[in-house]
């Protein structure tokens, strides 16, 4: 089972990029990355996923490296609504098992 | 659509009694999960049932069990509840398997006194 590692928090500023990157060293070749972002009193919100390399979509980008021991996900151009916490998930192809990193609070300041 | 829905939303409970949350997953979605959200550890997996049967399972004492109908609803049942079982309690619906986009409830708040 992948264990999970992400930093407790980071500060950035409006219109800049904030990149969360979370370590998963023993994941296996099937297993999949997720990211949720999460506000307070809500569920969470799923951002984006991926099994290698790159993937975009409208609000945020995931590498995953070749080894695949980490993934870091990019949101462009923060603003002050991103202030949030956000969680990565592994998640094992075989089994079906779930490890949620322990989440990342990113605090927007104008 | 209508999203995920969890009733209650709030619950006060007492050490050994037994309780009961009910989660309406978005129309269509056949998948619903179960997760329990503490300061202390985090966002972990219960259970997650598709087409009422459960499917996958979390690392959790069977005090906490679960059952969806045939209209895709789903309840999760704790027994005996400790002090520690209080949490945030959130359920997600899917279309398909765990790597399908989930989309959560609000969650139910559970305090156990």
Redesign the interface.
Known sequence: LAKTTQPISMDSYEGQEVNITCSHNNIATND?ITW?QQFP??????II?GYKTKVTNEVASLFIPADRKSSTLSLPRVSLSDTAVY?C?V?E?A????T????TRVLVKP | KAGVTQTPRYLIKTRGQQVTLSCSPISGHRSVSWYQQTPGQGLQFLFEYFSETQRNKGNFPGRFSGRQFSNSRSEMNVSTLELGDSALYLCASSEGALDYEQYFGPGTRLTVT
């Open positions: 999949y949720y009193s809500q569920g969470p919100r799923f996923q969680y998930l998640g192809a089994g079906n098992k779930l949620f990193g322990g989440g």
